[in-house]
């Protein structure tokens, strides 16, 4: 959420920030906060009276006077007014902070004093590439869909008789380089300092809301009809909600989390982009980064997410680009991000397969996640990151397509094949079913 107080002490400087990401009316919260606080300094004056007139009663009945002396009556009836007067306006307070949260939820984080200036993701900035040499070179490479359905490791068909389409089943060494990708992140990780939780996967409306999914983006997700439960888009939402609504103390931060879940997404909007394959699924594994930093450290800690997320890349000799995103590209919680962009060599171009995100305040302000240092007195909100640790079916669609063969067949990284068992123990291939 917004900061109010940054919006009130500055609200030029906050638009302009503001409105690199688009255009967005600052002006009806402004309006709201001016009607509040003023209502709220009447309310404060009211009540200061109102126990002073109590004051005055108790010690004037402590003088001796009597229940029915004029000054003590006229004293009630003024102390009665008052409290009918507050009545009156704490009701319309309430009403108001709520209109002012409805509006503050729709806008979305300022971007970055170091996010580059740009109106949409064709002025993203490339950082860096990765991998050049382990870009195949042979002509002819099939699409991983097709590659997989050839292979019999991917189903597409049969998933749209179970669901509909946008799904996949994951057929036999499929299925396995599948659970092994998200075994081998989950171990990187662990190695590199983060704790595994494997959350709930259905979600509350607060946690998505903390998280910055709703109410922006309620149509990209799959709602429970008779609960007030939604499917987890991500595993950003409930992991950064294990902490919504309580102190920490500062001697706990960092704290690194991994986490693998199912994620579900409408990806409404997205017709004709990448629907074939791997790359836009209603329903998708992915292995989640979640950070929570002192704000003195947050920047820091994100070039060192990013490079935890491209660690897994270059373990796996996929090559990669890194992108940092400018002001018009960025998630709507986001104050700077970095996509990884993993290269897909039948399209000849690379692809994203992990967004790594700075939010700063913005999510620990809507989730109340507060920190406290010692020795000092109040509280603060602590900046929350996260990033995907990989996003599992596009790291197997880069892999089948990059490690294919002339002859069909798909080699298995080395450091795979440790994770494989079955049918796929001891083996460097995925060969072609004779027919």
Not at 97 to 106: C, F, P, R, V, W
Not at 127 to 151: F, K, M, S, T
Not at 269 to 280: E, H, K, V, W
Not at 392 to 401: H, K, N, P, S, W
């Amino acid at each position: 959420m917004i900061d109010l107080k940054q919006l009130r002490e500055d609200p030029q400087r906050f638009s302009e920030r503001l409105n690199l990401r688009g255009e967005y009316d600052i002006q009806p919260i402004l309006a709201l906060d001016q009607q509040q606080r003023e209502l709220e300094e009447t309310r404060s004056q009211l009540q200061a009276r109102s126990n002073q007139i109590g004051k005055a009663v108790g010690d004037r009945m402590k003088s001796g006077a009597k229940p029915n002396d004029p000054e003590i009556l006229a004293l009630k009836a003024e102390g009665s007014a008052l409290k009918e007067q507050l009545g009156e306006l704490e009701p319309q307070e309430r009403s108001l902070k709520a209109e002012i949260e409805t509006l503050s939820l729709g806008l979305p984080n300022l971007p970055s004093e170091t996010t580059p200036l740009g109106k949409n993701e064709t002025e993203n900035v490339e950082i860096r590439r990765w991998g050049d040499e382990y870009i195949p070179r042979q002509e002819g490479l099939l699409p991983h869909w097709e590659l997989g359905e050839a292979l019999g490791i991917l189903n597409f068909e049969r998933s749209s008789k179970v669901a509909q389409s946008r799904f996949v089943t994951l057929v036999g060494a499929g299925a396995a380089l599948e659970r092994s990708l998200i075994s081998f992140m989950l171990d990187r990780h662990i190695q590199a300092g983060y704790t595994e939780v494997i959350p709930p996967f259905l979600v509350n409306t607060a946690s998505m809301t903390a998280t910055g999914q709703l109410p922006k983006f309620a149509e990209e997700s799959f709602q429970c009809a008779q609960d007030d439960l939604w499917l987890t888009p991500t595993a950003e939402v409930p992991v950064t909600n294990l902490y919504r609504d309580e102190i920490l103390s500062a001697e706990d931060l960092p704290i690194y989390h991994c986490a693998y879940t199912p994620c579900f997404r409408r990806e409404a909007g997205s017709y004709g982009r990448d629907t074939r394959g791997l790359i836009r699924l209603h329903q998708f594994n992915k292995v989640e980064l979640v950070k929570f930093v002192h704000p003195s450290t947050s920047a820091q800690e994100h070039e060192a997410l990013v490079q935890d997320a491209a660690a897994i890349l270059e373990a796996l000799k996929l090559p990669y680009r890194v992108l940092e995103l400018c002001t018009g590209d960025l998630g709507f919680s986001a104050a700077k991000c970095y996509d990884l962009e993993v290269w897909m060599p039948s399209a000849e171009t690379y692809r994203e397969i992990s967004s790594c995100s700075n939010f700063q305040g913005f999510q620990a302000r809507r989730g109340n996640l507060r920190f406290k240092e010692t020795g000092k007195k109040g509280t603060q909100f602590l900046h929350t990151l996260n990033g995907s640790g990989l996003a599992v079916g596009r790291t197997l669609a880069a892999l089948l397509e990059n490690y294919q063969q002339p002859d069909g067949s798909v080699q298995i990284p080395e450091v795979l094949r440790p994770y494989l068992g079955g049918q796929l123990a001891g083996q460097s291939a995925i060969a072609p079913t004779p027919k």
